[in-house]
């Protein structure tokens, strides 16, 4: 109810901030028996580190993952799964330059006007590295689909306006940017290295996709499953839109055009992403994040102090020029524990 | 948790299926002392209904809401304020063509894989109609944001692909197709009729917004402001995609283009939508809903029956020919019931 | 969250107020196919009506149900069950002599300082009539229960400090009084005859049984089925204490005897209440409940106004003599809708 | 919803097994503000520690908890609390005998029925040692509740079947046994000695108080004070009973006896304990729990193995006699909890 709680049945409750001792959350409601170890989460977080890309940051971060409860002999128990990541690049820094200055973009203003206490740190809980506790609940998610053969996978779609072909989304885990296809990194890594220079950042889309996902998935009204994705993916910090299948361009199109012909042997396309009046239809479930530009830029901004006078900063440092593509293991994460809870909670409610 | 729940405080419970005895629904934990009467109700339920432009149904439908309690001498008294819509347009229709039959684009396929059994009456809780209920809920939300100085207006940014300028948003509800201009509307009409000639559907894009908001609403991490209200929209049938602030278009701008500058006396642009980092910024809150075609065209389609034969079908009668402009007041009363449940849980949280 | 919805996943949300309209609710999460009718419903709320013996008030009310959605020919449709019963008996009353006066036991004061607004023609939402959308929705779980072998009494234990042996639990039901044993009936018809002659009211003890339960119910830690019964039975007014099998008795119990052994057909006997860990474990469910005396006595008493003076209070009509057996039917019904809530969230839990 | 989570708003999840890495929750909703540091929350687990009188076990726990989070120069921030105890005392020992033996009282058997799995170290979820979260997280509600004036005790008011006198409720704290007078401390060592003689155990009553809470708070009608502290108190092992106020008494009182006259300056009494209606009247709150004797006797009792065979089972080791002293901090904790999450909860729904 006060925002670190995702899921109603299988739930991941996060805690920790960019500059405390550590990160970390608690599973509920995994059932018991699901294989599962740190080695399984650990690469998961290994996927979110920097250095994936030159996209990314500088800054180290070995982020091992410790699970500290709910799993047995290799297996989950069906109690909580607590797990810790340890903080470990705290560098003493100077932060009486940013302390009283609100970041464009970022969500410095708006933590003051809530809370009228602020980590002057870093982004406190808005940062970014939040994501870490996504990841590791994400992965426990992962492991259960895994369980009733249901697979994930996030590929970026769209960095900086350059467009990739989605020749290969099941390879794009193991390839730079999580590029759907080979020939694209090389265009990315030149855009990036273009606005790097400039002292600016990029935006992108990112793009989901789940198989082997049962028909019948998803709450009628309020609770459809595509209302849930759009909320766990709205979540992270960046995502400014959300589209299901064919998305925004459905706004343009016609009801003869739009609609999914039933064949006999199945659907003749997909444009509904998958889901049908909110639950899911066993089509391949689909679902794109637009992330905008990371608000970090090198250039100068004008901006307000907690005074209220104006000023102008310009954010050095160690940071990305775009959340892609450590974003895509979030966003993954995200659709895995959507998943995993939509399909705990259909399995109370459906036909057998 | 079944999904008839909207909110977490503010929370709406709704029920009723399109061919049963009514609609209705329960909105818990508004505050008492709000000034409410079912006139007020009334008004918006009358914003829903057909006949609001060429693009609606020719169905009649009176809907006249009756409050069932929660309501003494025309003030809420903290209680639920339970309601009730009887349906009156059920003619006995020969339902033989449809009841095997999945409509593409409809929920059939997906009830029935879901629950086993199917109101072969209608869409039954996946039918449009199932907004009625919203729009109720809406407008008590609505009387209690008004009591605290929040006002919030929706009107069609888009239909079928002919965007209009939004010269005038707060008057586009009393405006034909709920247009924030005047111009745009013969152009609709033109539109609407060439493809209603054809027997086939329209999309668009309906935009929300909202004046009055105070800066800190949401909660971090999974109940970002705009994670709520993505949810929100997406909950609506028909809605494809949503888009918070510079949405889509985020994707493919530049950090230095897409942060707003922060001027002494305000944000010199908008691009947030008026959300940083999940919390409400204190700008104009806005959201966009990308709403696909109505799936039920006059023309041919391929589909298949619940026994796997596939079969040919063209659906007739009093459709629709776009979900908008109807669906605004349901986009509304979505965005009033998400703000109405945040601010509630901001007033304990924040540091007043 | 603001209190008018029961449960996690089998809910009942309740709205109404003895002075309103009507009182009503909604059964979301109840399995499609549950064969279920407004008999069935009625069959419950029948027995909570006045004249179910001497100590009942002579009010006329005949409390119809209808329902309004998510019943199709005879059986649930998995989507949410509206229901509603009409207020009928509103004479118009003189209610000045009561409109200012705080009655003591009851929650005129405690409702005054939460919502400052008082509808002073009952006791709204706080009157005992609010039950009746508790048993009519606990009826709809009790479908669901005996759907999978369940079944669940309540009967009166001890009344006015007169305890009945438990001869024929579940013959109670079509006895006066829900008396388990034919005996008892007479000496309590006496005792309650004298006390009203007093102008005083008694108390009780209601106990509550379910057999059928499979082993493993309950969520630990904080979920344990008898916490949520404990909840359940507690939320129904006048209720001041509840017990697990041995209950109270196992504070001056010593270990040796209150542990139940386990033999290899079964448990020797049955202190825990059926309930070992938060979880059933196979055998009797057995929850009582402590009921006070209604607080609407005939004598006078001392109380104090809104506006602060002290004043004396003497409350005669249509009362009660005392909550039971009327509430019986009340936390049968809490225990059915628990039951019914736990038993959805076990079967996506547990190993099977 | 799968148990581990407490409260809606003010939220305590936790995690963690007597034998695993260690224990510990995420504290969400705390208001931003409260001085909170480690020594605060140790100083209430310390009360829980072995070795608090006659009654405890010699196992060496230090129990150190170290805060991961939402803590920032000695207040919290507003964002989620996570703290970790780690396990210290898990020397290897040889689990062949009671593996697959269900002890009789414990939660071995219900368990195995839930989960098939089950960590035979230990209790796992069930063993008491998972209150060390419950005492942490209840350290921070008190923290919340002493910045607002409310203060909670819990003292023993009856041990082995004799009653103490309250003399001295807020001195409790510091006394033996959590005494609330002097004299009775040397009557029940006595009693202890005795008992644990004869390798049997005893049960007995914690009395709860709170003062300082103001009037209004629950929320009727599910979520009333009482139901809402029913089941916090019911959700910790070995309690069979709760009662409010005159509890089990007002079953066989008279109204005129038990009902609380208002004067003009405050109730006369107090049978309520505190609360009418369901929320609370501004007098003390009085809560009571009834703990049965701890299971785990150095008698000789027969119980089944897993297999299903009968068998024998003695159980000696570094138990506890009884579950009081140590369950009192936990059942203030948990009191606590609930007052904190109810208070945050009608922050947004009264009237001012």
């Known amino acids: 109810m006060s925002g670190s709680t995702f899921g109603s049945i299988f739930t991941l409750t996060t805690f920790g901030e960019s500059h405390g001792p550590g ?8 059932p018991a028996g699901i294989a599962l170890d740190e080695a399984l989460i650990q690469r998961e977080l290994d996927r979110r580190k920097p250095g994936q890309g030159v996209a990314s940051t500088a800054r180290k971060e070995s982020d091992r993952v410790e699970i500290l409860s709910g799993v047995f002999e290799g297996r989950s128990t069906g ?35 809530k809370y009228g206490v602020r980590d002057y740190r870093g982004g406190g809980r808005s940062s970014g590295r939040e994501t870490v506790s996504r990841v590791a609940g994400g992965a426990v998610a992962g492991a259960f689909l895994a ?29 730079p940017f999580f590029a759907p296809q080979d020939e694209i990194v090389a265009e990315w890594e030149q855009r990036v290295a273009a606005v790097k220079s400039e002292g600016d950042t ?6 989901v996709i789940a198989r082997g996902v049962p028909a019948g998935l998803g709450e009628p009204v309020f609770d459809k499953l595509d209302a849930r ?38 659907f003749a396309s997909n444009n509904a992403g998958g889901i049908l009046g909110g639950l899911s239809s066993g089509q391949e479930i689909v679902v794109r994040a637009a992330v905008k530009p990371i608000p970090s830029i090198a250039k100068e901004q004008t901006t307000r102090t907690a005074q209220g006078g104006e000023t102008a900063i310009r954010i050095g440092g160690r940071h990305d ?13 995200m659709a895995m524990l959507t998943l995993a809870d939509m399909l705990l909670l259909q399995r109370r409610m459906g036909r057998s």
């Open 229 to 266: 994705l759009a909320s766990a993916l709205m979540s992270v910090g960046a995502v400014k839109a959300v589209e299901i299948g064919s998305g925004l361009d459905a706004a343009r199109s016609l009801g003869s055009v739009n609609n999914d012909p039933i064949l006999a042997d199945g």
């Open 321 to 333: 020029i775009a959340a892609i593509p450590r974003i895509n293991p979030v966003l993954k994460a």
């Open 147 to 175: 369980s009733v053969g249901i697979e994930v996978t996030a590929y970026t779609l769209e960095l900086g306006g350059i467009r990739a072909q989605v020749n290969d989304p099941w390879g794009a885990q193991d390839r």
């Open 202 to 207: 990029l935006g992108g889309i990112v793009e």
């Open 23 to 30: 990160l970390g959350g608690v599973v509920d409601g995994c």
């Open 79 to 113: 109690t909580p799964i607590g797990f810790l990541v340890r903080n470990e690049d705290q560098r003493s820094r100077d932060y009486s330059k940013i302390m009283d200055v609100y970041r464009p973009g970022h969500a410095d203003l708006t933590y003051d006007a």
